[in-house]
C-alpha cells in the first residue's frame, strides 16, 4: 500500500466579522476632487491652446476690416479736398471765398444786415405731461393752503 500525503489547508476559523464604519471616506472624497480638478484645468488648457489661434485671427480680422473702412473714409475725404483746392484755385472759387472772409470787390457797397434782434416767438402754453400731472397731484394733496 502506497501511502500518499495529502496536504490539507487549514480553514479558516469564522472571527468576528469586520463592520464597515459608516463614516464617511474623506481621503477618497478628496482624491476624486483634486483628481477631477486636474483633469478640468488639464483640459482647459488644451482647449485654450486650441482656440487661441482662431480668437487671435477673428480679432485681427475685425481690426483689419475696421482699418481698411478707415482708409476708405479717408480716401474719401481726401478726393473731396483735392476737388475743393481745386475749386478755390479758380477765379470763381477765389471771388466766393473772398465774399465768405466779407470782401468787396471796388466800387460795391458793403451791406450788413443785424440778426440779433429777432421777434420773439410765443411759447406754446403745451399740456402738462402724465407725470407733471401725478407730482401737482400729490403737492396737492401736502399743501397746507386755506381753502374758502
Given at each position: 500500500m502506497?501511502?500518499?500525503?495529502?496536504?490539507?489547508?487549514?480553514?479558516?476559523?469564522?472571527?468576528?466579522?469586520?463592520?464597515?464604519?459608516?463614516?464617511?471616506?474623506?481621503?477618497?472624497?478628496?482624491?476624486?476632487?483634486?483628481?477631477?480638478?486636474?483633469?478640468?484645468?488639464?483640459?482647459?488648457a488644451v482647449?485654450?491652446?486650441?482656440?487661441?489661434?482662431?480668437?487671435?485671427?477673428?480679432t485681427?480680422?475685425?481690426?483689419?476690416?475696421?482699418?481698411?473702412?478707415?482708409?476708405?473714409?479717408?480716401?474719401?475725404?481726401?478726393?473731396?479736398?483735392?476737388?475743393?483746392?481745386?475749386?478755390?484755385?479758380?477765379?470763381?472759387?477765389?471771388?466766393?471765398?473772398?465774399?465768405?472772409?466779407?470782401?468787396?470787390?471796388?466800387?460795391?457797397?458793403?451791406?450788413?444786415?443785424?440778426?440779433?434782434?429777432?421777434?420773439?416767438?410765443?411759447?406754446?402754453?403745451?399740456?402738462?405731461?402724465?407725470?407733471?400731472?401725478?407730482?401737482?397731484?400729490?403737492?396737492?394733496?401736502?399743501?397746507?393752503?386755506?381753502?374758502?
Open positions: 502506497s501511502s500518499k500525503v495529502i496536504h490539507v489547508k487549514p480553514r479558516r476559523t469564522a472571527g468576528p466579522k469586520r463592520r464597515r464604519s459608516r463614516r464617511p471616506n474623506y481621503r477618497r472624497t478628496i482624491v476624486t476632487v483634486l483628481t477631477i480638478a486636474g483633469i478640468l484645468l488639464v483640459a482647459g482647449i485654450g491652446k486650441v482656440v487661441k489661434p482662431w480668437v487671435v485671427g477673428h485681427e480680422g475685425r481690426e483689419i476690416a475696421q482699418i481698411n473702412r478707415q482708409i476708405a473714409h479717408e480716401e474719401a475725404l481726401r478726393i473731396d479736398l483735392n476737388k475743393q483746392i481745386e475749386y478755390v484755385r479758380t477765379p470763381a472759387g477765389m471771388e466766393s471765398e473772398a465774399r465768405k472772409l466779407g470782401w468787396v470787390k471796388e466800387g460795391e457797397v458793403a451791406v450788413v444786415v443785424d440778426d440779433t434782434k429777432k421777434s420773439p416767438t410765443p411759447e406754446k402754453a403745451s399740456e402738462p405731461t402724465f407725470l407733471k400731472r401725478i407730482g401737482n397731484g400729490i403737492t396737492g394733496l401736502f399743501s397746507f393752503t386755506k381753502s374758502k
